[in-house]
């Protein structure tokens, strides 16, 4: 459980940096077991909303990427921590940056109680459990906020806000706000079945 939580936080603070949609976390956990998975589907979902087939990148759309101020194309990869599609989206007007992760080998328990360095606030997400995670120690200017909605029994929709050498860093609160809201865009996006 120790090793989980430190390269959670290992491979948040490494998505932290330029770059982040071609990290390689080295040494990251197996899958969840299965136990942890018959617990994840016990919770309390509006529906179930697979990730298996689904495309990180097609949840954000452009419409939402210019709202979103992201003005570079967003980049397919493969999140090493869940061992699922990404989609990495950049901004290099306003130095932000985030990825969407349609995470399909482990449940919304591996940001359980314990097992993550920081802050855990639980909360709904279009009536979606969900869980953001506020940490400490980023490096200046790499700031950045998860939020993670259990959308079915072992599948987390996963995503991270950052900055991205911004000069005036935006603060944690706006960063989680963010992240919330790609959140919302891209869970909106899977329920539509895109």
């Known amino acids: 459980m120790a090793r989980r939580s430190r390269s959670l936080a290992a491979l948040a603070l490494l998505l932290a940096l330029p770059g982040c ?44 990427r210019r709202g979103l101020d992201i003005d570079r194309p967003p980049v397919f990869a493969t999140n090493h921590l869940f061992e699922s599609p990404a989609c990495s989206f950049r901004s290099s007007t306003h130095l932000v940056a985030f990825q969407v992760v349609t995470g399909i080998k482990a449940g919304i328990e591996v940001m359980g109680q314990g097992r993550v360095n920081g802050v855990r606030h639980e909360f709904r997400l279009a009536g979606f459990p969900a869980v953001e995670v506020r940490t400490d120690g980023a490096p200046p200017r790499g700031d950045f906020c998860t939020v993670s909605v259990d959308v079915a029994p072992g599948n987390v929709l996963f995503v991270l806000y950052r900055e991205d050498g911004i000069p005036d860093p935006l603060g944690k609160d706006e960063l989680c706000r963010r992240a919330t809201r790609v959140a919302e865009i891209a869970v909106t996006a899977l329920l539509d079945g895109k």
């Open 21 to 64: 949609g071609h990290v390689v976390a080295r040494g990251t956990p197996a899958p969840v077991s299965g136990a942890s998975t018959r617990a994840s589907a016990s919770v309390s979902r509006p529906r179930e909303a697979r990730l298996e087939k689904v495309d990180p990148c097609a949840l954000v759309g452009e419409a939402d």
